[in-house]
């Protein structure tokens, strides 16, 4: 299957998270987002059998409209410098 016409946003946002939120909000009719320099929150504390206090968990902002897609993180120092956002109405074309 050929998709055509597929639209793309990039934005580099200097890790202002208010600015991801406003982004994917208002950008509805893209297709595919790719934002870099993303902040990376700490979304909740997880068990550990290496820590009593427990291990962060790191990631970014989502939003129900779209589907996150970014590299796997191998250390702190390593975290992904673009996170690519697909809209769920083209992940539905992308099953059949």
């Given at each position: 299957?050929?998709?055509?016409?597929?639209?793309?946003?990039?934005?580099?946002?200097?890790?202002?998270n208010l600015l991801t939120n406003t982004i994917l909000e208002t950008q509805k009719d893209f297709d595919i987002i790719f934002i870099q320099e993303l902040s990376w929150l700490i979304i909740c504390s997880i068990p550990s059998l290496?820590?009593?206090?427990?291990?962060?968990?790191?990631?970014?902002?989502?939003h129900p409209n779209w589907l996150t897609f970014s590299r796997n993180v191998s250390n702190d120092y390593d975290s992904s410098r673009v996170v690519s956002y697909f809209h769920s109405l083209i992940m539905v074309l992308f099953t059949f």
């Open positions: 299957m050929i998709f055509t016409n597929i639209k793309i946003f990039l934005q580099n946002i200097c890790k202002n290496l820590s009593e206090e427990g291990e962060y968990l790191v990631g970014v902002l989502n």
